[in-house]
């Protein structure tokens, strides 16, 4: 693709499937030029550099969590609908996890996700810095919550990379996870569980927590 039929939508969309695809340290711009069937050179005329496309592939992401509409439903269930929807978008982009540790992440979209979380916890009665906390205890939980599955998508893909079967090599890890949690009494009587995978959390889980953590949050109202 010549240079001059490019635009940075095109290529912040390609990026974005790119990083899914193959993750953070799996993008760079030769195989993204590849993909846009033209040469490296040309993607650096619309960004800046690998971090520039990076910022701007994960504020495209945000768009897809959902804002509800807050004249329609009340303040949790908009919280609890918002908190949903961006767990399952950094679920499908599990690279933007991993970049949070070395990238700070602006934009329209996050600026546009971050001021109706602020709307939805100032309609509950939340005011000023109060607001603020709130909204970012549920983003913080969100964010703790799929850092699990981040982690192992990651580790999953590097090892793809180097040849090496994930399965199995993660497979031992957890074989050896499971031998060491055998010689402590409350971790022992869980591997006897439908979660005995060890690693593995109870179903529900994320449910759970941001249910107790709504009821924290509405307790401290006024």
Same mark, same amino acid.
């Given at each position: 693709?010549?240079?001059?039929?490019?635009?940075?939508?095109?290529i912040v969309?390609t /990026?974005?499937? !790119?990083?899914?695809?193959?993750?953070l340290?799996?993008?760079?711009m #030769? &195989? !993204? @030029?590849?993909r846009?069937? $033209?040469?490296?050179t040309?993607v650096?005329? =619309?960004?800046?550099?690998?971090d520039?496309?990076? +910022?701007l592939?994960g504020?495209?992401v945000w768009?897809?969590?959902?804002?509800p509409d !807050?004249?329609a439903?009340?303040?949790?269930?908009a919280?609890?609908?918002?908190?949903?929807?961006? =767990?399952?978008? !950094?679920a499908r =982009?599990p690279?933007?996890?991993?970049?949070?540790?070395? =990238?700070?992440?602006y934009?329209p /979209?996050?600026?546009?996700h971050d001021?109706h979380?602020l709307?939805?916890?100032e309609?509950?009665?939340f005011?000023? /810095?109060?607001?603020d906390l *709130?909204s970012a *205890?549920?983003? $913080?939980?969100v964010l703790?919550?799929?850092l @699990?599955m981040?982690?192992?998508d990651s580790? $999953?893909?590097?090892?793809?990379?180097t040849g090496?079967? %994930?399965?199995?090599?993660i497979?031992a890890?957890?074989?050896?996870? #499971?031998?060491? /949690?055998?010689?402590? %009494?409350?971790l022992?009587?869980r +591997?006897? $569980?439908?979660? &005995?995978d060890?690693? *593995?959390? %109870?179903e529900?889980t994320?449910?759970?927590g941001?249910?107790?953590?709504l009821d924290?949050?509405a307790?401290t109202?006024?």
């Amino acid at each position: 693709m010549p240079r001059d039929t490019l635009s940075r939508d095109q290529i912040v969309r390609t /990026a974005v499937e !790119l990083l899914d695809e193959e993750g953070l340290d799996g993008l760079n711009m #030769r &195989d !993204l @030029g590849k993909r846009l069937g $033209t040469v490296a050179t040309a993607v650096y005329w =619309h960004v800046k550099n690998k971090d520039d496309l990076i +910022l701007l592939a994960g504020d495209q992401v945000w768009d897809e969590v959902e804002l509800p509409d !807050l004249d329609a439903v009340d303040w949790r269930t908009a919280a609890t609908r918002m908190a949903g929807s961006l =767990h399952a978008m !950094l679920a499908r =982009h599990p690279w933007l996890v991993q970049a949070f540790g070395s =990238h700070l992440f602006y934009g329209p /979209a996050k600026a546009r996700h971050d001021d109706h979380s602020l709307a939805v916890f100032e309609g509950a009665g939340f005011r000023g /810095a109060a607001a603020d906390l *709130a909204s970012a *205890a549920v983003f $913080t939980y969100v964010l703790g919550n799929v850092l @699990g599955m981040s982690a192992l998508d990651s580790l $999953t893909k590097r090892l793809s990379r180097t040849g090496k079967d %994930p399965e199995a090599l993660i497979g031992a890890t957890m074989a050896r996870a #499971r031998e060491i /949690a055998g010689d402590f %009494p409350r971790l022992r009587a869980r +591997l006897g $569980t439908s979660s &005995d995978d060890y690693n *593995a959390t %109870p179903e529900h889980t994320f449910e759970y927590g941001l249910r107790a953590l709504l009821d924290g949050l509405a307790a401290t109202l006024p």
